[in-house]
């Protein structure tokens, strides 16, 4: 199977009403024609994914804090890389940001976007991210945490997160969690 039909795949198996508006939902359809998913094939807007610890039993989130963008409060996540499909960006940035290995979930749970504005690397000048969330379902026992790729890290309950977030997009998907669980 090809990256490319690993996305078209995702994309026509995920249900319109966890995109975060129609609109949204027909751009990536564009997006995906194009076959411009990742950031080396387009710099400016392409595909990230999200993930979102969330422990079932204290029914808390795991955010980390990112001094590099801008100081602010968000999930864990990364671009797409090159050749890279949905299942394996996720297993790829969550064994990079919390040291486990595990199996993505077949499906996103949100699907969001964000406009970059906090972005202060040189090498990159991304404008618009597509978000694909995807929610991870652990205690967090098992993170082996390296501050390479943020500073601090908590856990907290939604609402708290919510408080704490200012991300439009993080803001978002914590709201959609929040429905679900």
């Excluded at 990112?66 to 890389?81: E, F, M």
């Excluded at 199996?103 to 991304?126: D, E, L, S, Y």
């Excluded at 967090?140 to 790729?149: A, C, I």
């Excluded at 939604?158 to 408080?163: N, Q, R, T, V």
């Amino acid at each position: 199977m090809t990256i490319f039909t690993e996305w078209k795949n995702l994309f026509d198996n995920v249900k319109p009403e966890i995109y975060a508006n129609p609109k949204l939902r027909q751009k990536i359809a564009e997006k995906i024609k194009t076959g411009k998913i990742s950031i080396q094939d387009d710099s400016l807007d392409h595909f990230c994914v999200c993930f979102l610890p969330y422990n079932p039993k204290t029914k808390e989130v795991f955010l980390v804090f990112y001094p590099n963008l801008g100081n602010i409060w968000i999930a864990p996540g990364g671009h797409v890389d090159n050749r890279e499909g949905p299942k394996t960006t996720v297993e790829r940035e969550v064994k990079e940001e919390l040291g486990i290995n595990i199996i993505a979930p077949k499906k996103p749970f949100f699907i969001g976007f964000t406009q970059v504005k906090f972005c202060n690397n040189p090498k990159r000048h991304c404008q618009l991210h597509y978000d694909f969330w995807y929610l991870i379902k652990s205690d967090g026992s098992n993170f082996r945490l390296t501050t390479d790729e943020f500073g601090e890290h908590k856990w907290l309950t939604i609402p708290k997160a919510l408080d704490l977030v200012t991300d439009p997009t993080t803001h978002q998907a914590l709201e959609k969690l929040s429905m679900i669980y």
